[in-house]
């Protein structure tokens, strides 16, 4: 099999958590879904928790790859956080790739399970905690890193939804107000 094939596979399992849920996430489905024979999937990942902590490393690496991008760039970390994601533009499609994948892995974690927390939580957890510490180390007042970072938040789950963008002079005026110095 292809080096893509592995991709594809977990492309699928994010869809096929996005479009119908945890409760339909099983090797075979997800093999139907990605084009491959369930021992072809079973190569790749040899148990369905083998396939979430794949995803889970998956959405680690995009997310570290993605920040370092942008910190090479010279853009802040708090204007990345608070830009309003295009679809249409080759760079914030890339984007929100990171984000479907990032939504794909919380529709597995189990909110009924036991107090501890499990690998896709943990794996989640430092995704988070990342852009959370590079927001923190930035920007000066906690109170407004966490605004940015909840204003960012909002912003990306407008997109993930397919909501209508919001008015993009409104919204600059609301980023700068919160970069000011």
Same mark, same amino acid.
């Given at each position: 099999m292809s080096p893509g094939t592995r991709d594809r596979i977990l492309d699928a399992l994010e869809t096929l958590l996005l479009e119908r849920g945890a409760t339909q996430m099983t090797l075979d489905n997800v093999a139907a879904a990605a084009g $491959?024979?369930?021992g072809g999937l079973l190569y790749h990942f040899k148990s369905k928790d083998a396939?979430?902590?794949g995803l889970v490393h998956r959405l680690g690496d995009r997310a570290r790859e993605q920040l370092a991008q942008t910190m090479a760039k010279g853009t802040s970390i708090a204007e990345w956080y608070l830009q309003t994601p295009d679809p249409a533009t080759e760079a914030d499609a890339v !984007?929100?790739?990171?984000?479907?994948?990032?939504?794909a892995t919380m529709r597995t974690i189990d909110a009924s399970a036991g107090s501890e927390?499990? !690998?896709?939580?943990? *794996?989640?957890? *430092? $995704?988070?905690? *990342?852009?959370s510490d590079g927001l923190d180390a930035e920007v000066d007042d906690p109170v407004r890193a966490?605004?940015?970072r909840l204003v960012g938040d909002g912003v990306y789950l407008r997109a993930?939804?397919?909501l209508p963008p919001l008015d993009p002079a409104r919204y600059r005026a609301v980023v700068d107000r919160l970069l000011e110095p």
């Open positions: $491959v024979s369930k396939l979430l902590a !984007e929100l790739t990171l984000y479907r994948s990032l939504l927390p499990d !690998e896709v939580q943990v *794996a989640l957890d *430092a $995704v988070l905690t *990342a852009w966490d605004t940015i993930l939804l397919g």
